[in-house]
């Protein structure tokens, strides 16, 4: 490997398998020379594996509420603990609708599903971002990563409230990000991945059309979750300290396309074969 993380240190948020992104993260990170700690919520704790991905990475868990402040003030007091001092990167890989879990669609939200929607997805985001600058925990040049999704920008099918929790999602790091980087240079960007078959994407009905539909329009096809984890440690490295406030897409190109050949072969075969029956 490269040693790009070589001594820094850093908190990686949402690692529950080997199929999450988070988990991902971590593994590249540790690779690359990096010390962190994880931390997942209790509940997601207990049906997960992340006491796995702490011992091979050499590490600590300390379980938090993203959504409660005192839990986080918790996580970053005990994480610069741990290290002896502050840290160099946070990894926020935390999002969770329970309107697309129980189905509801977007023109019949539950409001109350709606505000755990924004609270889990996008406002723990700058919770964390708030806690972490009052305490100081970022050392100058940190980088702050999030995670969103294309359908911030554009409507995508049953994506539903997740798409209002990405979009605010990405406004916090762009006005988070002028704060902190203003302040203590601290750099904040969110990722907009190609759709992953992670344990939450696996439960997403229709993901694996989705997957086809984005692999056929993207020039480069989609990004994996290895790529993902590779992507990421650029923006924790030093290589990027110059970036912030932005969305960067992820996605082999599908956020710039139109329609792709691949995708228009489909959808013709598709109209030949409906003329065909009809």
């Known amino acids: ?37 994880l931390t997942n919520t209790p509940l ?15 590490t600590i868990v300390v379980p938090a509420d993203a959504t409660s402040v005192p839990d ?24 969770m609708s329970l309107n697309v879990r129980k189905g509801r669609k977007y023109d019949d939200l539950d409001y109350g599903f709606l505000n755990k929607t924004l609270d889990i997805s996008a406002v723990s985001f700058h919770k ?23 359908a911030a920008q554009k409507t995508l099918y ?11 999602l990405e406004s916090i790091a762009r006005s988070f990000g002028y704060i902190y980087g203003r302040d203590k ?34 020039p480069l096809g989609n990004a994996t979750a290895e790529e993902f984890a590779d992507y990421c440690i650029t923006l924790f490295s030093d290589m990027t300290r110059k970036v912030t ?5 992820h996605d082999g190109g599908f956020s710039s396309m139109g329609m792709s050949y691949n995708a228009m072969a489909m959808y013709q075969q598709s109209l030949d074969n409906t003329e065909t029956n009809d």
Not at 128 to 150: F, P, T
């Open 158 to 168: 049953r994506y539903n409230d997740m798409a209002d929790a990405k979009a605010m």
């Open 245 to 249: 406030m932005q969305n960067l897409f």
């Open 1 to 37: 490997m490269y040693n790009l993380l070589k001594g820094k240190k850093g908190l990686i948020f949402g690692a529950l398998n080997d199929k999450s992104l988070a988990w991902n993260v971590a593994e590249r990170a540790y690779e690359e020379g990096a010390e962190f700690v």
């Open 128 to 150: 964390l971002l708030q806690v972490a600058k009052k305490l100081d925990a970022i050392n100058e040049w940190g980088s702050v990563v999030a995670l969103s999704y294309v």
């Open 44 to 58: 997601s704790m207990r049906f997960g594996e992340i006491d796995e991905l702490a011992a091979k990475c050499n």
């Open 72 to 95: 986080l003030e918790n996580l970053l007091k005990k994480t610069m603990e741990h290290f002896g001092g502050k840290i160099d990167f946070i990894l926020h890989s935390v999002a």
């Open 185 to 218: 240079k601290i750099r904040i960007n969110t990722i907009s991945q190609s759709p992953t078959l992670t344990t939450a994407g696996s439960g997403v009905k229709g993901i694996d059309g989705l997957m086809d539909f984005t692999e056929r329009m993207s």
